[in-house]
């Protein structure tokens, strides 16, 4: 039995739509309000892009003018790095303020609160941004793994989960503003994972919680014995008063 060749010229419409719908990752967008800093101004430009990725976290991936480079997602990760670490001052401001109007209050030990500062400077600014890096080649290894899924440079998995972090801007709000920060960053990723990259709902859900469960993991490892190295070598910003014994209440 002879095989019957279709012509060349014959247009066949759903293999058409096929081809037309054929996902490239690397497809360039009209770019992000960040990408456009020259014309919004840097601050201007990073508060648009933390909005933007608050409301349409999908949408702004999708504009992604240099998807192949990381230089303009880098700074953006810094600029989120950068309102981490004002809320961790803040918080730490906060906490030596309540110090000073407790019962056993001496007197701030200013070179401590100096060196505390920078330590938290340091932990908290560079803790984001390499939690970033790590929080990205696990992504990476998990979405590799995913069935039928495109695969994804490690390039443009850093870019769209950087513009991820947008809601980065919540956490300066008192208390309830680093949870619910993290949990829209959490939603962020969710979004991004199924609507830029492609991934099925479940896989973009499974990927994310389980890569943001192990960098939160480390983060908090890490502060906990932070924390405790510092008490247990009593390397305090506020000193405190000894309390004074009363004669014959060792005896008691």
Not at 128 to 152: M, N, R, S
Not at 202 to 207: E, N, S, V
Request: aromatic share 10%; net charge positive; glycine share 8%.
């Amino acid at each position: 039995m002879s095989r019957v060749r279709t012509p060349e010229d014959i247009q066949i419409a759903s293999l058409r739509k096929k081809q037309q719908t054929v996902f490239d990752p690397m497809t360039p967008g009209a770019g992000t309000p960040w990408e456009d800093r020259a014309t919004h101004g840097v601050v201007g430009a990073f508060f648009r892009t933390c909005f933007a990725s608050l409301i349409s976290p999908g949408k702004l991936t999708t504009a992604i003018r240099r998807p192949e480079t990381t230089t303009d997602a880098r700074g953006f990760v810094i600029g989120c790095a950068t309102i981490w670490t004002l809320t961790a001052l803040g918080n730490f401001a906060f906490s030596v303020w309540k110090a000073t109007h407790e019962a056993d209050y001496d007197s701030i030990n200013n070179v401590n609160l100096v060196i505390i500062s920078l330590l938290i400077i340091a932990g908290a600014g560079g803790g984001t941004f390499f939690l970033f890096q790590i929080y990205c080649k696990i992504y990476g290894k998990l979405t590799a793994q995913e069935k039928d899924a495109v695969l994804l440079p490690d390039v443009l998995l850093y870019n769209v989960n950087a513009y991820a972090l947008g809601p980065s801007l919540l956490a300066i709000i008192p208390i309830a503003g680093a949870p619910l920060a993290l949990l829209w960053i959490f939603i962020d990723l969710i979004a991004v994972g199924n609507k830029r990259l492609r991934l099925r709902m479940p896989a973009a859900i499974i990927d994310a919680l389980l890569s943001l469960i192990a960098v939160l993991a480390i983060a908090g490892a890490t502060y906990f014995i932070g924390h405790w190295l510092m008490h247990l070598a009593d390397y305090e910003a506020v000193n405190r008063s000894t309390p004074i014994q009363l004669p014959g209440a060792a005896a008691k």
